[in-house]
Every structure is written in structure tokens, then in C-alpha cells.
């Protein structure tokens, strides 16, 4: 099973991205928490952000606090990451993962589910 994100590009410090999410039927999107990690080159797998099951709770990495925002539609099998007010220090592969339990979880290990990854590159 793998999560398909998609959204990633070029964009200039202080701009936005949209980042979606989408899970194969298969998976019980409902019932699973949804989280979005981030990898820059050289760098470990960090947390960015991770919501709960029906989206009444979420999580975020101090680093993008106040600028990134995670939502999801169960009935879309979609979840979203919303990324404002981007910096250079942003740049990174961003990647999709899905995990069973009503968790806020921010350890990859964690989660059972992954997606394929999606290009952001935040220009200064």
C-alpha cells in the first residue's frame, strides 16, 4: 500500500505550497493518523506535522508552528499540508505517512504507511 503525495515545487522565501495526500481505498484512511515528514539532503527523516483520526487534533514541529497547516477529508481518503510563509531552511523532500491508531505520533518508526515523496525547494 502506498500513499501518493503530490504538490511539491519552486517557490520564493515568504510563499506558500499546498501539499496533498491521497490513500488508497484499501487503507481505512479513517481510522488511520496521517502525518507529513520532511528530508533535506544529508539530513535524518524529521516530524512536521500529524493530524488524528477525524481531524479535531493535530501536532506540529516547533519549525513550522504557526506556518504549516495539516487537515485531511476522510470522504477524499486525502490529507493536506498547507505551507505558508516559506523559508530556504523548508527545502526537502516531504513525504506522506499514514499509521494505525488514533495517535499523535511524530517517531517514523511508527508509522506503517509511506508515500513516494514530493520535491519542495524554498529559493531566498
Known amino acids: 500500500v502506498q500513499l501518493q503525495a503530490s504538490g511539491g515545487g519552486l517557490v520564493q522565501a515568504g510563499g506558500s505550497l499546498r501539499l496533498s495526500c491521497a490513500a488508497p481505498?484499501?487503507?481505512?484512511?479513517?481510522?488511520?493518523?496521517m502525518g507529513w515528514f520532511r528530508q533535506a539532503p544529508g539530513k535524518e527523516r524529521e516530524f512536521v506535522a500529524v493530524i488524528n483520526w477525524y481531524g479535531t487534533s493535530t501536532l506540529y514541529a516547533d519549525s513550522v508552528k504557526g506556518r504549516f497547516t495539516i487537515s485531511r477529508e476522510n470522504a477524499k481518503n486525502t490529507v493536506y499540508l498547507q505551507m505558508n510563509s516559506l523559508k530556504p531552511e523548508d527545502t526537502a523532500v516531504y513525504y506522506c505517512a499514514a499509521r494505525s491508531g488514533n495517535v499523535l505520533g511524530s517517531e517514523p518508526a511508527a508509522y506503517n504507511y509511506w508515500g513516494q515523496g514530493t520535491q519542495v525547494t524554498v529559493s531566498s
Open positions: 481505498r484499501v487503507l481505512t484512511f479513517s481510522r488511520k493518523a
